[in-house]
T-cell receptor
Framework: EPEVTQTPSHQVTQMGQEVILRCVPISNHLYFYWYRQILGQKVEFLVSFYNNEISEKSEIFDDQFSVERPDGSNFTLKIRSTKLEDSAMYFC??????????FGPGTRLTVT | DQQVKQNSPSLSVQEGRISILNCDYTNSMFDYFLWYKKYPAEGPTFLISISSIKDKNEDGRFTVFLNKSAKHLSLHIVPSQPGDSAVYFCAASAGKNYGGSQGNLIFGKGTKLSVKP
């Protein structure tokens, strides 16, 4: 069964450094998302991406964040200058024309 | 503001019995609701969904009920099994139309279900 994959599974970085989180969505899906979950809190929407552009973003997704679909398979989330409060699990999700989104296993980002 | 609320952080049920997980929402624009199951260190796994034009959807042991007037939905698991032990998230979507370009999900805080043998 097709699945969403994410790399790396765990990323440790120092405050102020740039990180790129990578995702390979399910191949025939059209809509792509990033969510995050800070430890002990709920899953929060960051950004949605469709037809090679951002379609919606939350207040969390400020100028430090960017997304890209550099080729036909990868979908990346970049944080330009990480802060301590960016430490969280980051989940990529994708869907086709239905509502159901399929999530990857997540990347645990630790900012020290 | 909590648009999707799961007021029970945990629930413990005996194997073979029914598990009922509840979810309330405040935004009347939500038109699709989903339940996800999550194990530690894994991503949420889609379980079952329901459109706002329906009041019930069933898939094997899992049934979701929607009461639009009360802005309430529930997930029933019958019979419960130890493998069902996980955190269950209720999520809602307010896409402009079916398959619209938005469709981002608003999640509740989750309910941790423990099914005891």
């Amino acid at each position: 069964e097709p699945e969403v994959t994410q790399t790396p599974s765990h990323q440790v970085t120092q405050m102020g450094q740039e990180v790129i989180l990578r995702c390979v969505p399910i191949s025939n899906h059209l809509y792509f998302y990033w969510y995050r979950q800070i430890l002990g809190q709920k899953v929060e929407f960051l950004v949605s991406f469709y037809n090679n552009e951002i379609s919606e973003k939350s207040e969390i997704f400020d100028d430090q964040f960017s997304v890209e679909r550099p080729d036909g398979s990868n979908f990346t989330l970049k944080i330009r200058s990480t802060k301590l409060e960016d430490s969280a699990m980051y989940f990529c999700a994708s869907r086709d024309r239905g509502y159901e989104q399929y999530f990857g296993p997540g990347t645990r980002l630790t900012v020290t | 503001d909590q648009q999707v609320k799961q007021n029970s952080p945990s629930l413990s049920v005996q194997e073979g019995r029914i598990s009922i997980l509840n979810c309330d929402y405040t935004n009347s624009m939500f038109d699709y609701f989903l339940w996800y199951k999550k194990y530690p260190a894994e991503g949420p796994t889609f379980l079952i969904s329901i459109s706002s034009i329906k009041d019930k959807n069933e898939d094997g042991r899992f049934t979701v009920f929607l009461n639009k007037s009360a802005k309430h939905l529930s997930l029933h698991i019958v019979p419960s099994q130890p493998g069902d032990s996980a955190v269950y998230f209720c999520a809602a979507s307010a896409g402009k139309n079916y398959g619209g370009s938005q469709g981002n999900l608003i999640f509740g805080k989750g309910t941790k279900l423990s099914v005891k043998p």
